[in-house]
T-cell receptor, first 111, second 115 residues
C-alpha cells in the first residue's frame, strides 16, 4: 500500500462544477503540500498545510491530521484548471525529512 | 525576479555514462531540492540542499549525488547510467528548508533519455 493515496485518479467535470480531490496518507507528517502540474510538465506549488484550512482564490485546501486526510476543492471550475493535482507529505525519520508524493489526480474541465 | 532555471533542458546519454544536471534557484533562495518524475513511479524525492549542505535525502542509490555551491546553484550527478534513469528531473528552490518550507518554486525540468 502506498504511503500517499489520491482519489479519484481521473476526474472530468463541466465548467462551473465544484471539484473535490482527496488525499489520504498513512504516516505521521509535519506538512502536506498540494501541487499543480500542467501539460508540458510545469509544476506550481499551491498550498502547504500543517493544520486546518487555507484558501487562495477559487482553491481551498483542508487537512484533518487525526484522520490523516486532506482535500483540495476548486469552486466554479474553469477549463484552465485542467491539470494534474498532486498531494505530497513531508515526514521525518531519524532526523531525515523526505517528501512522498501521491500518484496525482488528472482533472479535465469541459467548457 | 527570474524563476528557477535548469540546464540542459534535454539530454540523451547511453548506458554506463554519467551526467551532470544544473539548477539555478531564485535569487535569495538558499534551499534546492531535486526530484525525479517517471511515468511508472511518479514524482520521487532525491535530496535537498541548504547552504551548501545536504539536509535531507530520499531512497535513491549512491549513483545519485549532488552538491550546492556558495551562490546556491546546485548540480546533480548520476553515474553509471541505467535505462531506468530515463526521467524528467526537476529542481525546486525555496527560502527555507525542510518542514519550514512554505512554497517551493519549480524549474522546467531536464528530460534525460538513456539509450
Amino acid at each position: 500500500k502506498n504511503e500517499v493515496e489520491q482519489s479519484p485518479q481521473n476526474l472530468t467535470a463541466q465548467e462551473g462544477e465544484f471539484i473535490t480531490i482527496n488525499c489520504s496518507y498513512s504516516v505521521g507528517i509535519s506538512a502536506l503540500h498540494w501541487l499543480q502540474q500542467h501539460p508540458g510538465g510545469g509544476i506550481v506549488s499551491l498550498f502547504m498545510l500543517s493544520s486546518g484550512k487555507k484558501k487562495h482564490g477559487r482553491l481551498i485546501a483542508t487537512i484533518n491530521i487525526q484522520e490523516k486526510h486532506s482535500s483540495l476543492h476548486i469552486t466554479a471550475s474553469h477549463p484552465r484548471d485542467s491539470a494534474v493535482y498532486i498531494c505530497a507529505v513531508r515526514s521525518e525519520n531519524f532526523g531525515n525529512e523526505k517528501l512522498t508524493f501521491g500518484t496525482g489526480t488528472r482533472l479535465t474541465i469541459i467548457p | 525576479k527570474a524563476g528557477v532555471t535548469q540546464t540542459p533542458r534535454y539530454l540523451i546519454k547511453t548506458r554506463g555514462q554519467q551526467v551532470t544536471l544544473s539548477c539555478s534557484p531564485i535569487s535569495g533562495h538558499r534551499s534546492v531540492s531535486w526530484y525525479q518524475q517517471t511515468p511508472g513511479q511518479g514524482l520521487q524525492f532525491l535530496f535537498e540542499y541548504f547552504s551548501e549542505t545536504q539536509r535531507n535525502k530520499g531512497n535513491f542509490p549512491g549513483r545519485f549525488s549532488g552538491r550546492q555551491f556558495s551562490n546556491s546553484r546546485s548540480e546533480m550527478n548520476v553515474s553509471t547510467l541505467e535505462l531506468g534513469d530515463s526521467a524528467l528531473y526537476l529542481c525546486a528552490s525555496s527560502l527555507t528548508s525542510g518542514s519550514r518550507i512554505d512554497t517551493q518554486y519549480f524549474g522546467p525540468g531536464t528530460r534525460l533519455t538513456v539509450l
